[in-house]
Structure formats: structure tokens, C-alpha cells
């Protein structure tokens, strides 16, 4: 199966696709951890994109393609995988489609307020990529990775003033993808507002059915 998560940035894609890719065993692939891990680990691409992922600008079309149908070679992914953050704009969508049909594009919704405190209260481990919020889905013990025993911290592009410009650039340059994937009659809407684990629920019995 081939899958998309599409959803305003804090809609939820990160938390899904964690859990879902053990569920429906398909890879998480997230243009967004990539970007992330490059950053962290200092290599020629996250130098590249350390600064447009905090001014919360997109990665230029070309290069962000290049580096998806790279992780799509590698053999996790032969069967199907859950792409997450990719395509976000529609020369992103066409070159994609281009090469392979998405089974279905799984849109998550949820209001602009929810939305924002979302973002603004997100703290992610950088060393695994585990995500928590400060209020709903703390780490277990303060400032230490449930996972990795790495330390969360807020993301440089979840303070206010970046939020606002990720959200413009989501309106102005992935929304439409709605429409291109409504045309083909791909999208399915979740409420993003239900508990991760009543989405998670949810998402995989339509899976289960596709
Ligand atoms: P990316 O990392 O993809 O960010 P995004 O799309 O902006 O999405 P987020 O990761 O912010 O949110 P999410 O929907 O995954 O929400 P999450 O699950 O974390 O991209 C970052 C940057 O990389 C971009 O700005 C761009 O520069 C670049 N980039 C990436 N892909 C690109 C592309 N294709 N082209 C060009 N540039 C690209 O949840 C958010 C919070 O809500 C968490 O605190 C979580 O605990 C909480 N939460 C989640 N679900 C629930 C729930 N059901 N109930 C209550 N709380 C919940």
C-alpha cells in the first residue's frame, strides 16, 4: 500500500505514522525527520537546509524529490510505505505522480486554534524523533526521551512567528493538493481532534477495508 499523510503542519502526521508503521508494517517516511536528521548530524544536505526549515520556507521542489525517490529505492519500502510531508506542492505531487499511484491520501483535520497550541507546545527527542506536548503527551519522566533517553526540546521552527509562516506557506502552496488528490478520488478526512490512539484506531480499520 502506498499511503500519504496530508494535514496542516501539527495536524498530527508525525504521531500517526509512528504508530501506524508498526500497525500496518509499512516504513514512516517523513521528508521532515530527513531534513531534521541531516541538520542534526551536520552532513551537506542539512547545512543546505538548516536555514529554510527555520525560516519555514519549503525545501526547493527539485532537491526534496530527489532525496523521496532515493529512500523509496531502498528495499523497506519495495511494499508499499507511509509518506509524511511529501508531496507538499503540486510540481512535488506531479513529478510523484508521475512514477507511482498513491492508494489513498489520508487528510487529517482540525481547527486553527487546536492547531497552533499544538505546534507551540511540541517538544520532539532530536536523537529519535519520538514527539511529546508539554500538556497532553508529556514524557514520562521530565526532559527525558521515553524512548532513547534523549533529551526533548522545542523545535526551532515551532516558535510563534515560524508557526505563522508554515501555516501561510501550507495554505498557499499544499492545500491545493487537495484538490488534485480529490480529482483522482484519493482523499479520505479524519477528525484529527479525537485521541491519537481513537485516530490510530480509525485509520487503520480503513486501511484494513481499502
Ligand atoms: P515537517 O516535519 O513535515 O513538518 P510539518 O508538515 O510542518 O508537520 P509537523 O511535523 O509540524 O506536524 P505533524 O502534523 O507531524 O504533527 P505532530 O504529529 O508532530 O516539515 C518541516 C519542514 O521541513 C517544513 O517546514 C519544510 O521546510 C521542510 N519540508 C518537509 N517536507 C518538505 C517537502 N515535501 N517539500 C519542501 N519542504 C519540506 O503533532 C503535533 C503536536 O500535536 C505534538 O505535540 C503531538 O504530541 C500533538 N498531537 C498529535 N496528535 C494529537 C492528537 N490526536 N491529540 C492531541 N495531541 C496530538
Given at each position: 500500500?502506498?499511503i500519504m ?6 495536524s ?8 501506524l ?7 514512516h ?5 530527513i ?6 548530524h ?6 543546505e ?7 519555514g520556507?519549503l ?7 530527489s532525496?523521496?525517490?532515493e529512500?523509496l529505492?531502498e528495499?523497506d ?5 507511509l509518506l509524511?510531508?511529501?508531496p507538499?506542492?503540486?510540481p512535488?505531487?506531479?513529478t510523484f ?7 489513498s491520501?489520508?487528510?487529517l483535520?482540525?481547527?486553527?486554534e487546536t492547531?497552533v ?5 511540541r517538544l ?5 524523533g519520538?514527539?511529546?506536548h508539554r500538556?497532553?503527551r508529556?514524557?514520562?519522566?521530565a526532559d ?5 533517553g534523549?533529551?526533548?526540546v522545542?523545535?526551532?521552527d ?9 501555516l ?5 502552496l ?13 482523499i479520505?478526512?479524519?477528525n484529527?481532534?479525537?485521541s491519537p490512539?481513537?485516530?490510530?484506531h480509525?485509520?487503520q480499520?480503513?486501511l484494513?477495508?481499502?
Open positions: 500500500m502506498k499523510l496530508l494535514g496542516t503542519p501539527g498530527g502526521k508525525g504521531t500517526l505514522a509512528q504508530s508503521s508498526s500497525g500496518v508494517g509499512l516504513p517516511i517523513s521528508t521532515g525527520d531534513f531534521r536528521a541531516a541538520i542534526h551536520k552532513t551537506k544536505l542539512g547545512l537546509v538548516k536555514t529554510i526549515l527555520a525560516s520556507k525545501v526547493p521542489d527539485e532537491l526534496t524529490c532525496i523521496v525517490f529512500r529505492t528495499p519500502a519495495r511494499q508499499g510505505f509524511d510531508g511529501f507538499r506542492t503540486i512535488q505531487a506531479e505522480d508521475r512514477k507511482m499511484e498513491l492508494d491520501v489520508i487528510l483535520e482540525l481547527d486553527e492547531n497550541t499544538r505546534l507551540t507546545e520532539i527527542c532530536p536523537d529519535c519520538a514527539i511529546y500538556t497532553f508529556p514524557p514520562q519522566k527525558v526521551c521515553d524512548t532513547c534523549g533529551t526533548p522545542q523545535r526551532p515551532d516558535q510563534i512567528e515560524v508557526v505563522n509562516k508554515r501561510e506557506e501550507y495554505y498557499r499544499t492545500a491545493p493538493l487537495i484538490r488534485h488528490y480529490e480529482d483522482k478520488q484519493k479520505h478526512r479524519f484529527a481532534l479525537q490512539a481513537a485516530l490510530l480509525e485509520v480499520s480503513f484494513q477495508n481499502l
